[in-house]
């Protein structure tokens, strides 16, 4: 059992997103670092959405999607530059990382931008056994397919939004 982890040195569980990472305002995404990932994990994907907004506009919101992040990047820090940890000696066999569309039909990160009174965002992680065969501006559809199978770890982090 692994205790694979996703957090943010810019909120904790359950708690207030600061405003800068809305839609509305700087519309960055906040760090996201990862923890205790599983020694044979090939790939990391993150997705972001609103399950809230099912009430408003008739289906869960995609806010982020990412995928095929190196199993050794440690953070995501905001500015979307993947932060990487290597043993002395050790070399980086790069992965190209890649982004999917939004519901704003963007590619990239899209802050909270609730309708309707506070939203919650669930910030989903996942440490998979495989590069995932996608190109850049995959639905989240898309990205759950291809997970399928593959997911060895995963974790989530939520907060709220209004």
């Known amino acids: 059992m692994s205790n694979f982890s996703i957090t943010s040195s810019d909120f904790n569980e359950g708690e207030e997103i600061p405003k800068k990472f809305g839609y509305k305002f ?27 907004a099912m009430a408003a506009v008739g289906r869960v919101w995609v806010h982020w999607l990412l995928s095929n992040l190196s199993p050794q990047t440690v953070a995501i820090l905001t500015g979307e530059t993947p932060m990487k ?3 002395e000696g050790e070399e980086d066999d790069e992965i190209d990382y890649l982004k999917g569309k939004t519901d704003f039909d963007e590619i990239g990160y899209g802050g909270p931008a609730p309708p309707n009174g506070r939203h919650t965002y669930i910030f989903k992680g996942y440490a998979l056994d495989t590069i ?7 639905s989240k559809e898309e990205l759950e397919d291809a997970m ?6 995963e974790s989530k982090l939520t907060g709220t939004f209004i």
């Open 26 to 52: 700087e519309n960055v995404h906040p760090t996201i670092e990862f923890d205790n990932i599983p020694q044979n994990t090939k790939s990391l994907s993150v997705i972001m959405d609103d399950p809230d």
């Open 132 to 138: 995932l065969d996608l190109k850049e501006g995959y």
């Open 148 to 153: 399928k199978g593959h997911i060895i770890a």
């Open 85 to 87: 940890t290597l043993e």
